[in-house]
């Protein structure tokens, strides 16, 4: 998910290259206007190209929590109070592309990409998104306005159980970080 500009907001899953026999990583990376180095790396615990898997965003104003296969692997809270930029104030889009990283994915760029088996291929299956709808000419004031629940408009993902990761949620992230953080 990305907003434009310079100063844009970003949530990234990104697949890296792998070699035959090693754990699949992927990478998780949060962009506050602009602003990214924010990288975490995980290995699966399954292989992703053998089944399809559900790979989901949560973003709210409190949290923004990535969750494969409804378990969390990686959550950015909102630490404003303690002068942390959090993105809740440009709406994104949603984007996928194949990209050659080869250059520093994978084993830190010494693996190169094999093109003898290109074309790749990404494939999607039960692609969803819930959201706010944001036209493109509003500011991002308004956005702000739009997207916040009000007395009147509640969204689901403000609701206060989505405030904070529940205590199953909370003991599977620990043990995505204990087993999996690169």
């Known amino acids: 998910m990305s907003s434009d500009g310079p100063y844009h907001n970003e949530f ?7 070699t035959t026999g090693e754990p699949y990583l992927v990478q998780t990376n949060v962009y506050v206007n602009g602003v990214g180095n924010r990288e975490q790396r995980m290995s699966l615990w399954f292989d992703p190209t053998m089944d399809f898997h559900s790979y989901s965003i949560l973003w709210n104003q409190r949290q923004v929590v990535f969750l494969v296969d409804d378990t969390p692997i990686r959550v950015h809270t909102n630490m404003e109070h303690k002068g942390t930029p959090f993105p ?19 084993q830190g760029g010494l693996v190169k990409t094999d093109w003898s088996h290109a074309p790749f291929v990404a494939s999607y299956k039960g692609f969803e998104i819930d959201a706010c709808e944001c036209p493109l000419s509003v500011t991002a004031d308004e956005v702000a306005k739009k997207c916040s629940s009000t007395g009147e408009k509640r969204f ?9 990761l529940s205590l199953h949620q909370s003991h599977q992230l620990v043990w995505v970080r204990a087993n999996h953080l690169v």
Do not use: C, H, R
């Not at 689901?156 to 904070?164: A, G, I, K, N, V």
């Open 12 to 18: 990234d899953f990104e697949f890296l290259g792998n």
């Open 88 to 106: 809740k104030d440009q709406a994104m889009g949603v984007y996928s592309s194949i990209w050659n990283a080869d250059d520093w994915a994978t």
């Open 156 to 164: 689901w993902w403000d609701e206060p159980t989505l405030s904070e």
